[in-house]
């Protein structure tokens, strides 16, 4: 395989438990560079932990987790915290509830990771913070409070926050599920223009009409395990197995 063509990201054998509760039941997943992968299943598949897994936010029991160009980390071994932050920095997180500090303002948000975790330099922050905002067409909230704002604007911040640390890799748990239906569509339209623009994605979302048309792939979670994964043309409408075709009737 060409380095062209090999994966931004593979996931190997990822188990992780909560006590007894084997949440995930080994996973395997590849993603590559520009594609958006979508994750459906019922509620407590293990969508959320995998997210959570790749991000460095929970540490799976096993598996292999590797960024083309590293780190490649394996859970089954002793974890380091250089693995760890290396992991993190490949990927940022957006949110179910947007997690915005209600004590910063729209701009501080934005820029508090780029600052604190990075290192970078508060007027380059700055400055990227208010190109990523006017791209979502939220520059005039620059000095607003998230208190003051939409859930759909606050979660347009919360994906800009995301962009800002410059990720190679973006995650998204459900990130339109805490919204007033009317304020879905303006979500679901950065999204897209996200993927447009050749962002790697990895999304979590019950929208399966934004599936059909955004995703490169759709994997189906139940109890821990990838049940079934396709093109959304294949899988939403021809799913092969029962349990698939049971979850996609429950929603359509
Ligand atoms: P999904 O995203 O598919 O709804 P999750 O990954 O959120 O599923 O959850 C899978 C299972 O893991 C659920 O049974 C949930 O209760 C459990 N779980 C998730 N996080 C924790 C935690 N921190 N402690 C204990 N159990 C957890």
Redesign the pocket.
């Known amino acids: 395989m060409s380095p062209v063509d090999s994966p931004l990201l593979k996931v190997g054998g990822l188990e992780k438990s909560?006590?007894a509760?084997q949440?995930l039941a080994g996973v395997d997943l590849e993603v590559r560079r520009g594609d958006v992968l979508v994750l459906i299943?019922?509620?407590?598949?293990?969508?959320?932990?995998?997210l959570?897994c790749l991000n460095g936010l929970?540490t799976p029991d096993a598996g292999i987790v590797s960024f083309e160009g590293g780190p490649t980390v394996d859970f089954s071994a002793k974890v380091t915290r250089v693995d760890r932050t290396a992991l993190r920095d490949r990927s940022a997180m957006v949110f179910q509830h947007h997690n915005l500090f209600p004590h910063l303002t729209v701009i501080q948000n934005v820029i508090e990771g780029p600052v604190q975790a990075h290192g970078v330099r508060k007027a380059d922050a700055i400055d990227r913070a208010e190109a990523l905002l006017a791209r979502v067409g939220l520059a005039e909230k620059r000095d607003a409070y998230p208190s003051e704002l939409s859930g759909g604007q606050q979660q347009r911040v919360g994906i800009v926050r995301a962009l800002a640390l410059q990720p190679q890799l973006l995650l998204f748990?459900?990130p339109t599920s805490a919204l007033d239906p009317e304020l879905v569509g303006e979500v679901l339209i950065v999204l897209r223009e996200l993927a447009d623009e050749g962002w790697t994605m990895v999304i979590?979302t019950h929208e399966l009409g934004f599936a059909r048309e955004v995703a490169d792939e759709v994997l189906f979670?139940d109890e821990?395990v990838i049940v079934e994964r396709g093109a959304p043309s294949e899988l939403l409408r021809h799913p092969k197995k029962e349990r698939t075709r049971r979850f996609l009737d429950r929603l359509l």
Request: proline share 5%; charged share 25%; aromatic share 10%.
């Open positions: 909560f006590g509760n949440v299943g019922p509620s407590g598949s293990g969508k959320t932990t995998v959570r929970e748990d459900e979590v979670f821990g």
